[in-house]
């Protein structure tokens, strides 16, 4: 018997002009041709003489199996998805059941994946070039994924200012997803911000809105629509849009000379190495008001207290020389310098960051915080706060020469979570 073969195959949009020479030529070879209907039907002229097995819109494990089967039989079997199979297509699921079945590489059942284009790219191409920068995709479809896991990565990636594809974002089934989506980046984006909504990209039944973020919600969406939604920099112009790579961070009017204080072919000024140096700058002598100065900074640039400390105390091309009074701790070395930091003398205590509404309470003595194996509690009049010890992931001491001598002293320690943000800081 003849050995088999699964061909996992992503013949892009649709349309043949778009399928590539090898998508192509993997169905042409192939002996049985696996699918979900509408797949089917947008390769039916390459199937002639194929045995051709039509499956459901929510049976991708049952394709899987039965492309194995056939494979057994050895037979060259592919396993078709519009697209790109690797990209919210069968290609995992068919991994996971060979896996499951005891297949590895080298085995009797050789296994080819055949990339195509993939939907976030097929509709961007049909407006313009709005992914031209940092950009994430996220299916909305909770028929496998819980909802708060979803909801999770759309408020992380609608924070952080990326463009966004969003796959699967309405069914006949599910119909709040999107506004829900909609509703979390409207906490983060412009209601204005410019939204591509492509359905059936190069298809005979293709539509294209471009709206904006409030106007999303009321547009005709469906399971063949990707949704498109621009970042901070995104724009409309004369029918398409476009988000900026970045040049005019650099170069006057894009085509013009360099921006002062930049190089070509160089990071910007502001490029890692050199925020690096400057943040070292900023914080050099800021001594007595060193803490409120890392937060100043941390939230000028919306970063983590975290990524300040390391900036300061990491060598970069433009300035070497690293701080040496930040100093990162092992957690229980840590914890055991914090109880014998505020053992020392009253301290200020400020829970939380300022850019989130910092609670301050000042000349707190040791009496009123009490450590136990599980939290860090401080209570005072009437007042109760507590931080988890299994929360904290990163400490950091602040080590400073007193006022006046040559003495250093700890200023400060810095209790982080696992995002690097404040939780507690107690300081002189």
Known sequence: ?????????GFG?????????????????????????????????LLVDKEVIRKGM???????????????????????SSGDIGVYGMAGPSYEVLFQAGWKPG?????????GTTALSSCAARVGSPLTHDFCSISLSDLLTPW???????????????????????SGRRRQQIIEAQRIFLKYRSPDTPVAIVKSAYRDLEKIQLVTLKEMGDCDIGMLTTVLIGNSSTFF??????TPRGYANKYENITGGVKQGEKRGR??????????????DRLSNTNPNLCNDIETVAAEFELSIEEIFLALTSPAEESQNTVDWAEELAIEEGLKAFQSFIQESPKNFAIGEQQTGQTQLTQFDSNNVKIDNNSICLAQ????????????????????????????????????????????RTFG
Do not use: C
Request: glycine fraction near 8%.
């Open 1 to 9: 018997m003849s050995k088999g073969k699964i061909l996992l195959v």
């Open 13 to 45: 949009p649709g349309s043949g002009e778009h399928m590539t020479f090898r998508a192509r030529e993997a169905i042409e070879e192939s002996d049985v041709v696996i699918g979900y209907s509408t797949y089917i039907k947008l390769v039916e002229d």
């Open 58 to 80: 929510t049976e991708e494990t049952d394709r899987a199996v039965e492309a194995y089967a056939h494979a057994k039989q050895g037979k060259t079997v592919a396993l078709i």
């Open 107 to 115: 085995d009797d059942i050789e296994v080819e994946l055949v990339p």
């Open 148 to 170: 708060p896991t979803i909801a999770r990565r759309l408020d992380a990636v609608a924070d952080s200012d990326f463009v966004i594809a969003l796959y699967n974002p309405k």
């Open 237 to 242: 112009k004369e029918g398409l849009m476009v």
């Open 267 to 280: 990071s910007l000024s502001l490029g890692l190495d050199g925020w690096k140096a400057g943040i070292k």
């Open 381 to 424: 009049n009437g007042m109760m706060a507590s931080v988890v010890k299994d929360k904290i992931q990163h400490i950091w001491k602040i080590n400073y020469p007193s006022n006046g001598t040559d003495e250093v002293v700890t200023q400060s320690i810095w209790l982080l979570d696992k995002r690097g943000k404040a939780m507690l």
